[in-house]
């Protein structure tokens, strides 16, 4: 079993930032990936970014290239830094693991999820 637990999100203005933080604790390997995917309301779960634990490859959606960085932290924590946020972005952001890292970008193919974390841009 994994636990994935998100923080960081929250209410900001069009042209903002902020940090989101992805803690990860029990069967966890070096081999798996970890990504993030948002979901606004009434849409489907959508890939933004992903990264491999191990070498450190990472992978981002064309929506996210140039605005938001994925990085690994200690005690097996992921972070997302966004910023040049858009009022396109609000949507529930959730961190996920997976086994299959191949299928970085598709939802279905991760095996564990956080609670997810809520990101409001305001125009």
């Known amino acids: 079993q994994v636990q994935l637990v998100e923080s960081g999100g929250g209410l900001v203005q069009a042209g903002g930032s902020l940090r989101l933080s992805c803690s990860a604790s029990?069967?966890?390997?070096?081999?798996?990936?970890r990504g993030w995917f948002r979901q606004g309301a009434g849409k489907e779960r959508e890939f933004v970014v992903a990264i491999g634990w191990s070498a450190g490859t990472t992978y981002y959606a064309h929506s996210a290239k140039g605005r938001f960085t994925i990085s690994r932290g200690a005690k097996n924590t992921v972070y997302l830094q966004m910023n040049s946020l858009k009022p396109e972005d609000t949507a529930v952001y959730y961190c996920g693991i997976t086994p299959r890292g191949v299928y970085y970008n598709d939802y279905a193919q991760y095996d564990y999820w956080g609670q997810g974390t809520q990101v409001t841009v305001s125009s």
């Open positions: 029990g069967r966890t390997s070096v081999t798996y990936v």
